[in-house]
């Protein structure tokens, strides 16, 4: 770092003095800083300028100051840049914040694979369980035996399964995001970024919470060698405030002396003509509109080295894995031990108050480190740089700052235009006034309106005549260059639309004889247009996110319990377990224009779902209440396999009922069967019994058999005739049978 003090020195070289020099090199880039800097001329100053309509008038003055003589119109701005920004800005507000946490340190990926493959052995285990069980009657013992088996395990891994730290920390990013309102705040940050091309955040511990903080990129200098557009690597940052003397003292009254207050005492009493007391290259104190004194305040954080020892003893169990314990300087090892130092980043920071008063010059507290790699950490400023390929960023004001320019001087010429319009006027020579009538020019105009008649005198004083060709006609009424302005006015809108990549369809904007599928295909290439902004603007808020997940591990490394209302959910408790310190963790935030598109699709789904009776109207309701495509699906598929298993309860109804009705008629007919049968073995006994009585003649016993058999013929035909019957009633009952169930199903379905 060229124009810092040596950094690789000793805890104990690292005084106040030496922080002091730091503060001091951050302070000489300001004071050298040119279109990158925080200067008064820099360009952020003069794109929020054109954003806020403030014209800078000595730009327009080769238009409105011709002649040294005042115009009859105005210079005024007409806000398509701020429109058009306005626009993606409320865009992004309506997007909802679909995060995912994951822990990524080692030991946590380790977990998660342990976990994956407990659950494939299970699945392999549940397959061999069933064919054991059917063949032995036993059952093998299962790890996670009460874990439901998912059908597809990757995509369960990849977007369902949560260990319990990664849902602490889930349930902790919602309530910092609701108490700290922060969709709020990266609105005002992407606003930032399409003015400035910049986006920027503090996130540091306040009141014992994660805390994040816009800043101002006009406020905001940092180091321009980072190779990348985002700040992860930046190795020092410095941010400026002007406070008055109360503010300094109210937030920084624990680290001031006496003298300090006193110095603070002598900038308050400052005037417009000794300023030059306090100020060189660089203003510190300076005089606002209300004649009082302001002071710059700036605050500045680099990377420093620290050395850390380790002594090295032998480990007998594992000669390769030594065993390792850190101590301070100056430890003497003993025998069998060594001592190891490992480099590592630490930060700094100090604030400089008027160029004159120096508070928390100190290693910054509650640095987060790595799980994994606890050598580097980062500076509490997270953000981008964006679209800088020409050596500095290019904002979307950028892009529209000279078609404003052109916009705002094509409406003041149309109304200039219109200030100069009139009827048609009478070109009248004085000379040719009728004084010898006594009229001076009033009447003169009475005649012409009233009358028609417009009096001359053809004579001059000494009455000599003189031939009459002075009158002519001038048109002051709006010409044809009123038309061709407004054609210009049509063209530099078109022209920032595309430019800008929001069109008019897209602001709203919809022509009388505009055809529907032209007005949405305009619509998705605007938002193709604007993509990348987004997409930078999502990264920046992945990051910080990611910030406040880690920094978490410090500020609630005791655990944390708390309250909040989370939308129309109602209250949400909040409990995180000290365990949240032992993970790193990463942040996916999902593409809202993409999922947004998606979820029409889901909604879309839903309501044909609704129609063909798939799921519920209830179900219908949510999937259209969801704010993120995830949430929409995982409502409907829970809608849908709901409707499934009901639908599978009736079926299976149904069947119990037609086999209950089979039951039925099957015992009915049983029955009549054996009435029937003890109707013909009765009437057979008495047969015989009839026989036996006869006469033992065989003629009478000749009668008895021809009698017996004729008994027994009629049996059997009445027997068959039974028979016949039964079957054709079961035929009957069958029929009505299957009309019932025909009824049943089609009741269910409606």
């Known amino acids: 770092m060229s124009g810092f003090p040596k950094q690789f020195i000793p805890d104990s070289e690292k005084t106040q003095e030496w922080c002091e020099k730091n503060v001091n090199a951050v302070t000489k880039f300001l004071e050298n ?13 003069l794109n929020y300028k054109t ?28 806000p398509i840049t701020r429109n058009k920004i306005d626009i993606l800005t409320n865009e992004d507000l309506e997007r909802p914040l679909d995060k995912n946490v994951s822990a990524i340190n080692l030991e946590a990926a ?35 035996k009460d874990f439901p088996i998912p059908d597809d395990i990757d995509l369960f891994m990849r977007y369902e399964y949560k260990e319990v730290v990664e849902e602490c920390v889930n349930d902790g990013l919602d309530y910092i995001v609701e108490k700290q309102r922060l969709k709020g705040l990266f609105k005002e940050g992407f606003r930032d970024l399409l003015i400035s091309a910049k986006e920027f955040y503090r996130i540091y511990i306040k009141d014992g919470d994660p805390y994040v903080r816009r800043v101002d990129p006009r406020n905001f200098i940092y180091d321009k060698s980072i190779s990348t557009d985002f700040l992860d690597d930046a190795q020092w940052a410095g941010e400026e405030r002007w406070l008055s003397v109360n503010e300094v003292i109210d937030e920084y009254r624990d680290e001031l002396s006496e003298d300090d207050i006193r110095q603070l005492e002598d900038m308050r009493q400052a005037t417009t003509d000794d300023l030059g007391r306090f100020n060189s290259a660089v203003d510190w104190v300076n005089i606002d509109d209300n004649k009082s004194s302001k ?23 594992d000669p ?39 508070v928390q010059c ?82 003169v105009m009475y005649h012409i309106k009233n009358d028609g008649i417009i009096p001359i005198n053809s004579k001059d004083e000494e009455g000599e005549a003189h031939s009459f060709n002075q009158f002519g006609q001038v048109d002051f009424t709006l010409s044809a260059s009123v038309q061709q302005l407004i054609n210009l006015k049509v063209m530099l809108e078109q022209t920032a639309g595309q430019i800008s990549g929001v069109s008019p369809q897209r602001e709203g904007a919809v022509g009388q004889y505009e055809y529907v599928g032209n007005v949405q295909r305009s619509v998705v290439q605007s938002s193709l247009s604007t993509k990348g902004w987004f997409y930078v603007h999502g990264e920046v808020k992945k990051r910080v996110l990611e910030r406040v997940a880690n920094l978490m591990k410090v500020a609630w490394a005791g655990g944390k319990k708390a309250a909040f209302i989370l939308g129309d959910q109602g209250y949400r408790f909040l409990e995180v377990l000290p365990d949240v310190a032992l993970n790193d ?64 309860e009736i079926q299976q109804q149904q069947q119990q009922m037609q086999e209950a009705q089979a039951q039925a008629q099957q015992a009915e007919a049983e029955s009549k069967m054996a009435l029937m049968q003890m109707e013909i073995d009765g009437k057979i006994k008495v047969a015989e019994i009839n026989a036996e009585a006869r006469v033992t003649s065989q003629e009478i016993a000749s009668d008895a058999d021809r009698d017996i058999d004729d008994v027994r013929e009629k049996n059997k035909v009445s027997l068959e005739t039974v028979k016949a019957d039964y079957s054709s009633q079961q035929a009957k009952d069958k029929a009505v049978s299957d009309k019932d169930i025909a009824s049943v199903k089609s009741a269910n379905k409606k």
């Not at 800083?33 to 100053?45: L, M, N, T, Y």
């Not at 149309?414 to 006027?425: P, Q």
Request: charged share 25%; glycine share 8%; net charge negative.
């Open 33 to 45: 800083s040119s279109s990158e800097g925080i200067s008064a001329a820099d360009r952020d100053v």
């Open 51 to 78: 954003y806020n309509g403030d014209l800078e008038y000595e730009d327009y003055s080769y238009i409105t100051e011709q002649y040294n003589l005042p115009s009859p119109a105005t210079m005024a701005n007409y």
């Open 110 to 144: 380790l977990r998660r694979e342990k976990f994956k493959v407990s659950i494939i052995a299970n699945k392999l285990l549940a397959e061999i369980n069933s064919e054991v069980e059917g063949q032995f009657g036993m059952e093998l013992e299962m790890d996670n």
């Open 295 to 317: 002071i710059r305040v700036l605050s500045a954080e680099w990377k420093s080295i620290k050395g850390i020892n380790f002594k090295v003893s032998e480990n007998k169990y």
């Open 320 to 358: 390769t894995n030594p065993f390792k314990k850190m101590v301070k300087d100056g430890y003497k090892p003993r025998k069998n031990e060594t001592v190891e130092t490992r480099f590592v980043d630490d930060i700094w920071e100090g604030t400089c108050i008027g160029g004159r008063v120096y």
């Open 362 to 443: 100190r290693r910054r507290p509650n640095q987060v480190r790595s799980v994994d790699d606890a050598g580097s950490t980062p500076l509490s400023y997270v953000g981008v740089v964006y679209n800088h390929t020409t050596g500095k960023p290019t904002s979307l004001v950028d892009l529209l700052k000279h078609i404003q320019m052109l916009y705002n001087i094509t409406m003041y010429h149309i109304e200039l235009t219109m200030a100069r319009a009139g009827g048609k006027a009478v070109v009248y020579d004085v000379a040719q006034m009728p004084t010898n009538l006594g009229m001076d020019m009033q009447e």
């Open 585 to 648: 963790y990463g942040i996916f935030v999902g593409d809202s224009g993409k999922d947004d598109a998606l979820k029409q699709v889901v909604q879309q789904m839903s309501q044909s779902a609704l129609q063909s009776g798939t799921i519920s109207l209830l179900d219908t309701i949510k999937v259209l209440k969801a704010d993120t495509m995830t949430e929409a699906q995982h409502v409907l598929e829970q809608g849908m396999d709901a409707m499934k298993e009901q639908q599978a």
